[in-house]
Structure formats: structure tokens, C-alpha cells
């Protein structure tokens, strides 16, 4: 699969090579095949894009919104069709398991779904007589050219809690995918030119920080989508603000899960081991932090320890496999030195994943699931986002100490319970300070309809992804208030 070309970029309806002659390269997580190179774009590639975005949306924005979902209503089935495709791109260039990359499919289809529903959506409202003879009327318009910054773990899914809604709405749209996961959306690109989409609505311009840099500064760029760890959410967050733009940015997590004594003692482990050790960890939606409160430790630490010792780890492409590779050997490196220090500081390792080995695959990324207990506050497993599979277990005795624990860190991605009592449940989810809850619920992924909510340091900005923070962020109100005096010069 590997070319001596680098991936091209999509401008104006045509695939360019970048400026850049720096390229990446573009690995197999799993065996280090190399699969493609990436160039490192240039500020001259991202003025390119969006010159073209800006001269499309001059006409785009005109279109009829019910004509401009009618290009979104062949994606969709354009996506379906080419499913196995797509889930097999996911899984070479990101390692999840292929069951994972058609649950990421799943998602990111649904998003095309909702923003389908754009026509009544984006209408606004109005009020007859506000004054005698006076109308007010409230009007959603697009706002112009808006960027969107991806991360590596979903290549699929994440571009689209943006950009269905963004065309749908009468946007144009620059997306700069992930350097280490570039392969999904230039193909996904070649499915949306199939739809006969006119050239300049979406482009895509390939790289890394130089890329990021010049979207943050462009003036005509209007609003900027990103989704990444929160250092760099927070970096984009402050310069698109100081240049002006209209910015949304998801960024890290570490998420608590609290385990209640009467909580289903043989669903909760393997809910919990499916949140922490699918996509091996790699979810913002991940848990990380499992809380026992009482003696739930009795059972679930034990049962966890199982789930972890069995799970199948190897090639994301063999239907067997139930976890795949980390991204990079310097993702897996850093992972194992967290886990090294998490120890140091006091932790136990109960289960130890480091250095498996997997027959066949010796230059893949792997790292088997960890189980630690005695993980401390204020140590490294307690602080840190590790982005790995790796489960630390906290022992408390009371909800409020749980609560302390799902409180107490810098984000609020996710929290979750599990427990048979409302009384409980109902209490966790008034208290907890995260914008997406579960309840007896592992990975609390909201669907499209629902905003993507993280709170804290896991999302910088107003409005989320998705729905209808989606529709409200990819428009711009306009409020009209008119007057109309009698023509006393009528003949009618
Ligand atoms: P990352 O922050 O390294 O990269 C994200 C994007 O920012 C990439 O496109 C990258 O090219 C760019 N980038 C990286 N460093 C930059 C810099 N210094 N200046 C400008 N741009 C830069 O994140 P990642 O490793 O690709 O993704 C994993 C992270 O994303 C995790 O922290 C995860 O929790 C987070 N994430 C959050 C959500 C959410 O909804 N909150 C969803 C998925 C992933």
C-alpha cells in the first residue's frame, strides 16, 4: 500500500500535492508496515484551501438548504456502501479492531443523518407585533469558511460531529486530519467528490502544527472545530480567539467510574473492561479510574483482574482480536513509563501489560491491560491522562469520597456509576462535575442529537460538537425588525 508519493491534498474539487517536500510516515500500529507518507503542510497549502473555500462559499451559500442535504443523503449511502473499505482504513492506520472501526462508521453516519434534518433545524423564529404594525424576526445564516482539527483516535468519526452540519448549514470547510491517521478522510474525500458536491465546499490540507498555526491566523477562517489533547485545545482555544474566530475545543480526559456495592456484579466488570480497554484505551471517553465504594472491591477487583488477563490483544484485523495496538511506539513508550512511575509512587500492578508478546506482530505497539490498585491522589495515575489500557483502582467507603475522586481532577469528560439505586444514581448525576454521564453505562458517548459535553479542562468553548450545539455554532443569528407604512399610492 506504501507509494513513493505522499497523500495529496483536496483543493477546489482536485487533489494537489502539498508545497512541503517534509513528509511523515504512515504505520501500521500493529506490524510498523508503512502504509503511505504524509506531507507536513505548508501556510501556502492552507491559504490555497481556503481561497477555494471562500470562493465556493460565495454560491454555496445560496443553495437551497433541502438541495444542499441532498449531497448529504449520498454520502450516507455512499458510506454504507463502502463500509468494509472504510473499517479496514481505520483499523490499518489506527490499530482499533475492526468490530471498533464499524462502531466509529456507525457514529459518524449518524451524524450525516441528523444534519439531514437541517431545513427545519436551522430555521429561526419570529414575533408579529412587537410594537403596533412591527414584526421581529430572527434569521440563522452561515457564517463563511470554518476549519476543523482532528485527533487521531476516531479518523472517521470525529470530522463528522462537524462537518455534516457545517455544509448542511451553507459553510464551506478546511479539515486537517490527524498526521498520524491521514488515510480515512482523503478517502472519505473521494466519496463526498462522488457525490457531485460542488468543488470548494470542503478541502483538506495534510500536516501537523505549521497547518494548525495558519488556520488559527487565517482572517477569512470564521470558526475553528478542534479535537485533541487539552494543552493544544487550550493553546487553539486562546489564539483562535485572539484572531477573532468563533472556536469550539474538545480536549483530554480521565474518567472516574464509581462501582457500588449492589451494582450487577457480571455485567459491571465487563461494561467496565470494555470502557477501559477498548480502542486499547484510546477513547476520550475511556474510563481510567475505577472507584469501589465498600465491598464491591471484593468482587471487582477479582473479575477485572480476569476480563484483563483474557482479553485477546493483537491485529485489529483478525475478527478474534478484542484489542489492538496502541498508536505509536513512542504512544507505547510513554505509556509504560506512566505505568513505571504509577508504581513507584506507591500502586500496585495487579495485572502488568507491559511487554506482551504477540506471536507474528513483534514491531507492533502492543500493551496488554493493566490493572493497578492503591493508585493515590496525587500520583501519576491518579493525574495524568494516560490514553492507554490501563485501569486504576481506587478503594473508598463512602459516595461523597467517590464524588471526591470524580470531582477533584482538572477534567470533566466523563463520569459514571454503576449501582441498582436511583436514589444513588440520581445524586451522582446532579453532583458529578462532567458533562457526559453513564449510568450502569461505560462509555456514556452521547448520539448525534445530543452535544458531545465535556466541562472543565476536557472542552474550551460554548457550543459542542454535534446536534443542535452543531446547527447553533455553524450559524450566525440575524435579527431583522421591519416596519411597513401604508402605500397610500396603491391602486389596488
Ligand atoms: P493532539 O492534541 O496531539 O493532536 C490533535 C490535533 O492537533 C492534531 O491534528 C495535531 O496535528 C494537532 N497538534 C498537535 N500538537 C499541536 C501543537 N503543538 N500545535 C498545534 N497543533 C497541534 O491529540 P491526539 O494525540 O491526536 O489525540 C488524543 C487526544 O485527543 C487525547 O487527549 C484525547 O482525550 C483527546 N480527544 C478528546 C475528545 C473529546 O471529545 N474531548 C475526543 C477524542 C480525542
Known amino acids: 500500500m506504501a507509494t513513493a508519493t505522499p497523500l495529496l491534498n483536496y483543493i477546489n474539487g482536485q487533489w494537489y500535492p502539498s508545497e512541503s517536500k517534509d513528509t511523515l510516515e504512515v504505520r501500521n500500529p500493529a506490524t510498523a508496515d508503512l502504509l503511505n507518507y504524509v506531507p507536513l503542510g505548508t501556510v501556502g497549502d492552507v491559504h490555497r484551501a481556503t481561497e477555494a473555500a471562500a470562493r465556493a462559499f460565495v454560491t454555496w451559500r445560496r443553495v437551497p438548504a433541502t438541495e444542499r442535504i441532498q449531497y448529504l443523503f449520498k454520502l450516507k449511502i455512499l458510506l454504507e456502501t463502502h463500509l468494509d473499505e472504510l473499517c479496514r482504513l481505520i483499523t490499518l492506520e489506527c490499530g482499533k479492531t475492526l468490530t471498533e472501526s464499524r462502531g466509529e462508521w456507525q457514529r459518524a453516519i449518524e451524524n450525516v443523518e441528523v444534519a439531514c434534518g437541517i431545513p427545519l433545524l436551522m430555521q429561526g423564529y419570529n414575533s408579529e407585533d412587537i410594537a403596533r404594525g412591527i414584526d421581529e424576526i430572527m434569521i440563522r445564516q452561515p457564517l463563511g469558511v470554518t476549519a476543523i482539527i482532528a485527533p487521531f483516535n476516531f479518523p472517521g468519526m470525529i470530522p463528522f460531529w462537524f462537518l455534516p452540519y457545517a455544509i448542511a448549514c451553507g459553510n464551506t470547510v478546511v479539515i486537517k486530519p490527524s498526521e498520524k491517521v491521514p488515510l480515512t478522510m482523503q478517502r472519505t474525500l473521494e466519496l463526498l467528490a462522488e457525490t457531485g458536491l460542488p468543488a470548494g465546499v470542503v478541502n483538506l490540507v495534510n500536516g501537523a502544527k505549521t497547518v494548525v498555526d495558519a488556520i488559527l491566523e487565517h482572517p477569512t477562517i470564521r470558526a475553528i472545530s478542534f479535537v485533541g489533547s487539552s494543552p493544544v485545545a487550550k493553546y487553539v482555544y486562546g489564539k483562535a480567539a485572539t484572531h477573532g474566530k468563533r472556536v469550539q475545543c474538545q480536549g483530554g480526559a480521565k474518567n472516574p467510574i464509581i462501582i457500588f456495592p449492589d451494582a450487577d456484579p457480571n455485567l459491571t466488570p465487563k461494561i467496565a473492561a470494555d470502557s477501559a480497554f477498548g480502542c486499547a484505551g484510546q477513547r476520550c471517553l475511556a474510563a481510567s479510574l475505577a472507584v469501589t465504594v465498600g465491598e464491591a472491591r471484593d468482587w471487582f477487583i477479582d473479575a477485572m483482574t480476569d476480563v484483563a488477563e483474557t482479553r485477546i490483544v493483537g491485529d485489529g484485523l483478525n475478527p478474534?482480536?478484542?484489542?489492538?495496538?496502541?498508536?505509536?511506539?513512542?504512544?507505547?513508550?510513554?505509556?509504560e513509563q506512566l505505568i513505571e512511575q504509577g508504581i513507584a509512587e506507591g500502586a500496585t500492578p495487579v495485572v502488568d501489560g507491559r511487554h506482551p508478546q504477540i506471536s507474528g506482530y513483534e514491531q507492533g505497539n502492543f500493551i496488554r491491560p493493566t490493572l493497578l490498585t492503591n493508585v493515590q491522589p496525587d500520583s501519576i495515575l491518579a493525574q495524568t491522562e494516560?490514553?492507554?489500557?490501563?485501569?486504576?483502582?481506587?478503594?473508598?467507603?463512602?459516595?461523597?469520597?467517590?464524588?471526591?475522586?470524580?470531582?477533584?481532577?482538572?477534567?470533566?469528560?466523563?463520569?459514571?456509576?454503576?449501582?441498582?439505586?436511583?436514589?444513588i444514581a440520581r445524586q451522582f448525576r446532579y453532583e458529578a462535575e462532567a458533562g457526559n454521564i453513564?449510568?450502569?453505562?461505560?462509555?456514556?458517548?452521547?448520539?448525534?442529537?445530543?452535544?458531545?459535553?465535556?466541562?472543565?479542562?476536557?472542552?474550551?468553548?460554548?457550543?459542542?460538537?454535534?446536534?443542535?450545539?452543531?446547527?447553533?455554532?455553524?450559524t450566525q443569528t440575524k435579527v431583522v425588525v421591519e416596519r411597513w407604512f401604508e402605500d397610500w399610492s396603491r391602486s389596488f
Request: charge should be negative; aromatic fraction near 14%.
Open 320 to 335: 478474534e482480536v478484542q484489542m489492538g495496538p496502541v498508536i505509536t511506539p513512542q504512544s507505547q513508550a510513554r505509556i
Open 386 to 423: 494516560i490514553f492507554g489500557p490501563v485501569l486504576g483502582i481506587v478503594e473508598v467507603d463512602r459516595l461523597e469520597t467517590a464524588l471526591e475522586w470524580v470531582n477533584g481532577g482538572q477534567w470533566g469528560n466523563m463520569a459514571c456509576i454503576f449501582t441498582q439505586s436511583g436514589a
Open 438 to 474: 453513564g449510568i450502569n453505562i461505560g462509555v456514556a458517548a452521547p448520539m448525534a442529537f445530543f452535544p458531545f459535553s465535556g466541562w472543565k479542562e476536557s472542552f474550551f468553548g460554548d457550543l459542542h460538537g454535534q446536534g443542535k450545539h452543531a446547527v447553533e455554532f455553524f
